[in-house]
């Protein structure tokens, strides 16, 4: 039997949509009541959802990111806690044909039960889980979740296995793994509804899911396919509606649908003409169509469904070359410089992220310039926003999938859990324009190869592991990557570890010999891979979050409580040692911290730089990492409330489409233009060597091109042969409309004056614009206030004599009271 099939575009051609459709959804969001084990008095009440048992009773106990605190919360995770509501449901809702109870999200292992009978038991936090419920509701109901201890869990799973397992027993539990705790992470194992639930009710069918696949893009004209899938098959004729941004598109039906008794997923291939794409932000516009599908029986409407996609093709380029093996990624035929960052979830209480706090972030990493964020697989899949979002402002998403850093279990039911995992995610993302990558995990492979995980195994268990392995990595996923979605599957992160020598000729690279193992931070320079995915340095927070982890208020951050922030056991050995190698080490704890800043920035752009000046060898370089879960000691460019570091100044301006890198190499000073627009850039160039006052010391200027896509070498200097003091000078560099300001040598030796600064603020519609001007240059001038905003730039160099403008945004009644720091007064305060 063939369906008839009516595609209409025109408002007035729209009759049906204006019947109620036959779906409803009713969301059981407050209030719930929260009990520890028995049903005795609530410890909780009026909770809405979601929820975690921490963020739950944090009203009621210590907050577990002030001081130590996190210690004293984890008996939260080994015993029992109950989530109960009633709820009503009308007489004709229960009258409808199916009536579904989804739990979009469960941490993790639970027992549901609806007036008493148990309809559920979940045991994956990444799952979506629905269950018919028609049987059982009544007018009054009672729905009680009992969430049990994924600790206890996890160590019956544990021994029941023959062999232990890298990395602990989180691997058992599928739920994020930071929450175990991690070297930029508290120990804060959640439990909770995580995820809306609500009830569906409907008649006949439902829509399951639609997906809008691209089949090609020919002279303008994009070829698509709606492939819908129907909550069960439906044998009478349907009549399918398209519409397309509320406007006339020549859209047309290239081949009829055919009815199955068993199928219920059809499809309608359909077109665009002269198609808007979707490009990421920083070379294009990432345009989105407005997509509705309806589905009507008889005349009347039973379900739609909206959605927003992007016109765009996106292939991973991984192929031998004359220097190994290519890593980059082309968008719609164009190969795309990568800029960006690691992402984390943004709380350990992940419940507490609002929609505010990802159009927050994901407007701070527009704002640097960002074109890509890595999703890192120790975190969690995020929620529907936050792709949203990103579609919205052309961000690139590099997916890992939910593993990082062990080996994990091959038994039947974790691979059936992990199969439905994989599937369902991919199905929930797969629509998002900004998905670039799908990714299996991170550093699993490089672990198993290089971090001695096989030492004292026997070979048999080695192969045992192994297989596990692979069954999920090399043939579950790319499976079902590949039969769900058109975007490219990448193994594991990185291809090759640090201790392979091929990391550098071949696919991804996470390179930690600066940080982890000492290197100083020229290895950046001298040691560039195809693509660096990971990478980073460590910087104290803000003083706001010191203040706050200290229970007293203080910057001290030698206290107990500030301590128990900094996860990395060599964390603040190492910050020393490095800033003992390039900057003047303060000797109080106010001053310690800005340096930490400006130690992270300096070294981190040296890896940026030498990273855009390589390609097209190198094509992208994303850094560890962009944010924090809590307020922490890290290698984070944005701390926890919000406040940018140094580094995400520095990210901004490193990562311009127009990058003047400028270094020095055996006496010699480069000067290179990366241009990643898609057109040349014809311009007046200049670079200018003056000492601190101000007075020239050198000067060339010239007409130059910076060709489309690409990295020029502009000029040089022998810097020898002008006989100047590199410690008492600065550059400066102009091309077309942009400029940047250098030192030539390190800035522990700098011989810088006392710069004389001077500022005038005034209150503007936000905030205040403050000019300030310098007498003699000052370096890494970092302004601070008394007051919760942001600064339009921070930790700058002024050139002397020059007037720079800034703007303080705040939403603050209450006039400011500025300071500042620079290296200037540093210094002079240390008498160096």
């Known amino acids: 039997m063939r369906y008839s099939v009516l595609l209409l575009l025109l408002v007035f051609c729209y009759s049906c949509q204006e019947k109620k459709p036959n779906l409803q959804r009713q969301y059981l969001d407050t209030p719930w009541e929260l009990y520890l084990e028995e049903f005795t008095h609530p410890v909780a009440d009026s909770i809405g959802i979601p929820s975690t048992v921490h963020s739950a009773i944090i009203g009621k106990t210590k907050h577990p990111f002030k001081g130590n605190n996190e210690d004293q919360l984890q008996w939260l995770t080994e015993t029992t806690w109950t989530y109960k509501t009633q709820f009503n449901v009308g007489a004709k809702t229960l009258e409808k044909e199916h009536l579904e109870l989804h739990f979009e999200g469960i941490d993790t292992y639970a027992s549901i039960l609806l007036n008493g009978i148990e309809i559920l038991e979940t045991d994956n936090a990444f799952l979506h889980w629905k269950k018919e419920v028609k049987p059982l509701l009544k007018k009054e109901n009672e729905l009680v979740v009992v969430l049990h201890s994924p600790l206890e869990i996890g160590r019956e799973k544990a021994a029941a296995n023959p062999y232990v397992l890298p990395e602990g027993n989180r691997v058992y539990t599928r739920k994020a793994q930071f929450q175990y705790g991690w070297?930029?992470?508290?120990?804060?194992?959640?439990?909770?509804?995580?995820?809306?639930?609500?009830?569906?009710?409907?008649?006949?069918?439902?829509?399951?899911?639609?997906?809008?696949?691209?089949?090609?893009?020919?002279?303008?004209?994009?070829?698509?396919?709606?492939?819908?899938?129907?909550?069960?098959?439906?044998?009478?004729?349907?009549?399918?509606?398209?519409?397309?941004?509320?406007?006339?598109?020549?859209?047309?039906?290239?081949?009829?649908?055919?009815?199955?008794?068993?199928?219920?997923?059809?499809?309608?291939?359909?077109?665009?003409?002269?198609?808007?794409?979707?490009?990421?932000?920083?070379?294009?516009?990432?345009?989105?169509?407005?997509?509705?599908?309806?589905?009507?029986?008889?005349?009347?409407?039973?379900?739609?469904?909206?959605?927003?996609?992007?016109?765009?093709?996106?292939?991973?380029?991984?192929?031998?070359?004359?220097?190994?093996?290519?890593?980059?990624?082309?968008?719609?035929?164009?190969?795309?410089?990568?800029?960006?960052?690691?992402?984390?979830?943004?709380?350990?209480?992940?419940?507490?992220?609002?929609?505010?706090?990802?159009?927050?972030?994901?407007?701070?990493?527009?704002?640097?310039?960002?074109?890509?964020?890595?999703?890192?697989?120790?975190?969690?899949?995020?929620?529907?926003?936050?792709?949203?979002?990103?579609?919205?402002?052309?961000?690139?998403?590099?997916?890992?999938?939910?593993?990082?850093?062990?080996?994990?279990?091959?038994?039947?039911?974790?691979?059936?859990?992990?199969?439905?995992?994989?599937?369902?995610?991919?199905?929930?993302?797969?629509?998002?324009?900004?998905?670039?990558?799908?990714?299996?995990?991170?550093?699993?492979?490089?672990?198993?190869?290089?971090?001695?995980?096989?030492?004292?195994?026997?070979?048999?268990?080695?192969?045992?592991?192994?297989?596990?392995?692979?069954?999920?990595?090399?043939?579950?996923?790319?499976?079902?990557?590949?039969?769900?979605?058109?975007?490219?599957?990448?193994?594991?992160?990185?291809?090759?570890?640090?201790?392979?020598?091929?990391?550098?000729?071949?696919?991804?690279?996470?390179?930690?010999?600066?940080?982890?193992?000492?290197?100083?931070?020229?290895?950046?320079?001298?040691?560039?891979?195809?693509?660096?995915?990971?990478?980073?340095?460590?910087?104290?927070?803000?003083?706001?979050?010191?203040?706050?982890?200290?229970?007293?208020?203080?910057?001290?951050?030698?206290?107990?409580?500030?301590?128990?922030?900094?996860?990395?056991?060599?964390?603040?050995?190492?910050?020393?040692?490095?800033?003992?190698?390039?900057?003047?080490?303060?000797?109080?704890?106010?001053?310690?911290?800005?340096?930490?800043?400006?130690?992270?920035?300096?070294?981190?752009?040296?890896?940026?730089?030498?990273?855009?000046?390589?390609?097209?060898?190198?094509?992208?370089?994303?850094?560890?990492?962009?944010?924090?879960?809590?307020?922490?000691?890290?290698?984070?460019?944005?701390?926890?409330?919000g406040n940018w570091k140094a580094l995400h100044y520095q990210v901004k301006r490193d990562f311009e489409n127009v990058l003047i890198s400028n270094y020095v190499k055996e006496g010699v000073l480069y000067s290179c233009i990366v241009n990643d627009h898609l057109y040349d850039i014809t311009g007046g160039y200049t670079m200018v060597i003056k000492d601190f006052d101000g007075k020239e010391l050198y000067k060339k200027s010239f007409i130059g091109t910076a060709r489309t896509n690409s990295s020029n070498q502009f000029h040089e200097v022998k810097l020898k042969t002008l006989g100047i003091d590199l410690r008492k000078v600065y550059v400066s560099t102009e091309f077309d409309s942009s400029k940047v300001i250098d030192i030539l040598t390190s800035p522990k030796v700098l011989d810088l004056p006392n710069e004389n600064l001077e500022w005038i603020s005034k209150k503007i519609d936000g905030g205040y614009q403050i000019k300030l001007q310098s007498a003699a240059f000052a370096k890494d001038v970092f302004f601070f206030t008394n007051l919760k905003g942001h600064f339009s730039d921070n930790f700058f160099d002024l050139e002397p004599n020059k007037t720079k403008t800034i703007i303080f945004e705040t939403a603050s009644d209450v006039e400011p009271v500025f300071e500042y720091k620079s290296l200037n007064r540093l210094i002079t305060d240390l008498d160096l």
């Not at 997906?211 to 044998?235: C, E, M």
């Not at 090399?474 to 990448?490: F, G």
């Not at 931070?521 to 195809?530: L, M, Y």
């Not at 693509?531 to 979050?545: D, N």
């Open 183 to 641: 070297d930029w992470g508290p120990k804060l194992n959640t439990m909770g509804i995580i995820k809306p639930i609500y009830l569906e009710a409907y008649n006949h069918f439902k829509i399951e899911d639609i997906y809008i696949k691209q089949n090609y893009i020919q002279d303008s004209t994009a070829n698509l396919t709606a492939q819908i899938k129907l909550s069960t098959a439906v044998s009478d004729p349907l009549t399918y509606q398209i519409k397309v941004n509320d406007s006339i598109y020549p859209i047309k039906i290239t081949d009829s649908l055919l009815q199955s008794q068993s199928h219920a997923t059809q499809e309608v291939h359909f077109e665009i003409s002269k198609a808007h794409l979707w490009w990421p932000h920083n070379i294009g516009k990432p345009y989105l169509y407005d997509i509705e599908i309806l589905i009507s029986k008889k005349g009347e409407l039973i379900d739609s469904k909206k959605l927003k996609r992007g016109i765009r093709t996106i292939e991973l380029i991984n192929k031998p070359d004359k220097d190994g093996t290519s890593f980059y990624f082309e968008v719609n035929g164009v190969p795309v410089y990568m800029k960006g960052a690691n992402y984390i979830p943004q709380n350990s209480m992940q419940d507490l992220v609002t929609d505010q706090h990802y159009e927050k972030l994901l407007s701070d990493v527009v704002d640097a310039n960002m074109n890509m964020l890595r999703v890192w697989g120790g975190g969690s899949y995020e929620k529907d926003i936050f792709y949203e979002k990103c579609d919205e402002k052309g961000i690139l998403i590099w997916q890992d999938f939910m593993f990082a850093c062990a080996m994990y279990p091959g038994d039947a039911h974790f691979r059936e859990s992990v199969t439905n995992e994989i599937t369902q995610q991919v199905t929930r993302l797969r629509n998002h324009s900004s998905i670039a990558l799908w990714c299996g995990n991170n550093e699993t492979s490089e672990a198993w190869h290089n971090w001695g995980w096989q030492n004292g195994r026997s070979q048999i268990e080695r192969d045992l592991i192994w297989e596990d392995y692979r069954s999920v990595f090399q043939i579950a996923m790319p499976k079902y990557v590949s039969e769900l979605t058109k975007e490219p599957y990448w193994e594991s992160t990185p291809q090759l570890g640090r201790g392979n020598p091929r990391y550098e000729f071949e696919g991804d690279a996470h390179d930690w010999r600066v940080w982890h193992d000492g290197y100083p931070f020229e290895h950046f320079e001298e040691h560039v891979p195809r693509f660096m995915s990971e990478f980073g340095f460590q910087a104290h927070p803000s003083y706001e979050a010191i203040r706050y982890i200290n229970k007293d208020g203080s910057l001290d951050i030698k206290s107990k409580d500030y301590a128990s922030h900094q996860k990395h056991e060599r964390g603040n050995e190492l910050i020393l040692e490095y800033m003992e190698r390039n900057f003047p080490v303060p000797t109080n704890d106010e001053d310690y911290v800005y340096v930490s800043h400006l130690l992270q920035a300096y070294g981190m752009s040296k890896g940026f730089q030498s990273h855009r000046r390589a390609r097209p060898y190198n094509m992208g370089t994303l850094y560890w990492q962009l944010n924090d879960c809590w307020p922490a000691v890290s290698w984070s460019s944005i701390d926890h409330f």
